[in-house]
């Protein structure tokens, strides 16, 4: 089945650091990627759509110079969160969208618990 | 007409028992349904997914009725297991699209007492 990693699992960082996010397809390329950011018991709210080699398209609301995102391959797209602060605490979860003849489904990584101090 | 209305919020069903989880949509563009489970301090997986050419969709204990006059689509887990407790989201798209992008409902915490 379709494999989707993200790495660190959690990272805590300090208030004003940066902190890098990967997220990997493995068994597949894929073209787009998506990242989202969940809150507790909330549903995914979308941060982002990556698409490889072109600019990241931001959802309305979301700071794109806070909120960095590289999509340098078809099996890489990676997520800093640049001058963390303890509001951006949450957990960032990213997708990748299979190719056409996997139907297009969508699969999630299991997901980034940062902790900003 | 981008939202994806998801109810119950919460649903409690003894072990054995059927759950039903349902969703509406508005927007008709919507060509794509998945469904993801999701357990605490994880990301959510796939569990079935529908296209709107078939009214309904079986593996295994997972079933998706579909009803497109009606925009609505909903999740039977027939013989619900303990294993079952999680939270459930559905979702749509316009999966031909450029990209896809999934609009999720609010999701349903389910819990499988024994």
């Known amino acids: 089945g379709a494999v989707v990693s993200q790495h660190p699992s959690w990272v805590i960082c300090k208030s004003g650091t940066s902190v890098k996010i990967e997220c990997r397809s493995l068994?597949?390329?894929?073209?787009?990627m998506f990242w989202y950011r969940q809150f507790p018991k909330q549903s995914l709210m979308l941060m982002a759509t990556?698409?490889?080699?072109?600019?990241?398209?931001?959802e309305q609301g979301v700071e794109k110079d806070k909120f960095l995102i590289n999509h340098a391959s078809l099996t890489l797209s990676t997520l800093t969160v640049t001058s963390a602060h303890p509001e951006d605490s949450s957990f960032y979860i990213c997708?990748?969208?299979?190719?056409?003849?996997?139907?297009?489904?969508?699969?999630f990584g299991p997901g980034t618990r940062l902790t900003v101090t | 007409q981008q939202q994806v209305k998801q109810s119950p919020q919460s649903l409690i069903v003894q072990k054995g028992g059927i759950s039903i989880i349902n969703c509406a949509y508005e927007?008709?563009?919507?060509?794509?349904f998945p469904w993801y489970q999701q357990f605490p301090g994880k990301g959510p997986a796939l569990l079935i997914a529908?296209?709107?050419?078939?009214s309904e969709k079986k593996e295994g204990r997972f079933t998706i009725s579909f009803n497109k006059s009606a925009k609505q689509f909903s999740l039977h887990i027939m013989d619900s297991q303990p294993g079952d407790s999680a939270t459930y989201f559905c979702?749509?798209?316009?999966?031909?699209?450029?990209?896809?992008?999934?609009?999720f409902g609010q999701g349903t915490t389910l819990q499988v007492k024994p």
């Open positions: 997708s990748a969208r299979a190719p056409r003849g996997w139907g297009y489904e969508q699969y």
């Open positions: 068994d597949f390329q894929a073209t787009t």
């Open positions: 990556s698409n490889e080699g072109s600019k990241a398209t931001y």
């Open positions: 927007n008709t563009a919507f060509d794509y």
């Open positions: 529908i296209r709107p050419d078939v």
């Open positions: 979702a749509a798209s316009r999966g031909s699209s450029n990209t896809g992008k999934l609009i």
